[in-house]
C-alpha cells in the first residue's frame, strides 16, 4: 500500500511563509515525478510545481519567484517553500506522485489527503 502524507500547512499572514512536506511510504520501487497541486474553492485543481526526475523543475507562473519545490530521495519526500504568501494563494494543496509499488511493473498516479493552506490577516 503506498500512500502519501502532507504536513505544513495552516493559517499565515500576507507575506509570510509556510513549507509543505509529503512523504511517499509503503512498498515503493521507485518515484518519478512529484509535485503540488492546488484547489481553492469554486475552482479547478491547478499545478504549482513539479519535481521530474533528472532533477528540473516547473511552476506555475502565478507562484514563480515564490514558491521552490525540493526533494530529498533518500526520505522519498517533497517540500514546497512558500515565500511572499498572498491571500491568492489560499487552498487546499495536494501532494501528487508517480510511483512504481513493488510488483506492479508500471508506475501509477497517486494522490495525498491534501492540508489547508490559509493566507488572511
Known amino acids: 500500500q503506498v500512500q502519501l502524507v502532507e504536513s505544513g500547512g495552516g493559517l499565515v499572514q500576507p507575506g509570510g511563509s509556510l513549507r509543505l512536506s509529503c512523504a511517499a511510504s509503503?512498498?515503493?520501487?521507485?518515484?518519478?515525478?512529484m509535485g503540488w497541486y492546488r484547489q481553492a474553492p469554486g475552482k479547478e485543481r491547478e499545478l504549482v510545481a513539479v519535481?521530474?526526475?533528472?532533477?528540473?523543475?516547473n511552476y506555475a507562473d502565478s507562484v514563480k519567484g515564490r514558491f521552490t519545490i525540493s526533494r530529498d530521495y533518500a526520505k522519498k519526500t517533497v517540500y514546497l517553500q512558500m515565500n511572499s504568501l498572498k491571500p491568492e494563494d489560499t487552498a487546499v494543496y495536494y501532494c501528487?506522485?508517480?510511483?512504481?509499488?513493488?510488483?506492479?511493473?508500471?508506475?501509477?498516479?497517486?494522490w495525498g489527503q491534501g492540508t489547508q493552506v490559509t493566507v488572511s490577516s
Open positions: 501528487n506522485a508517480d510511483i512504481v509499488a513493488y510488483g506492479s511493473g508500471q508506475y501509477f498516479n497517486y
Open positions: 509503503g512498498s515503493i520501487f521507485s518515484i518519478n515525478a
Open positions: 519535481s521530474l526526475s533528472g532533477f528540473s523543475t
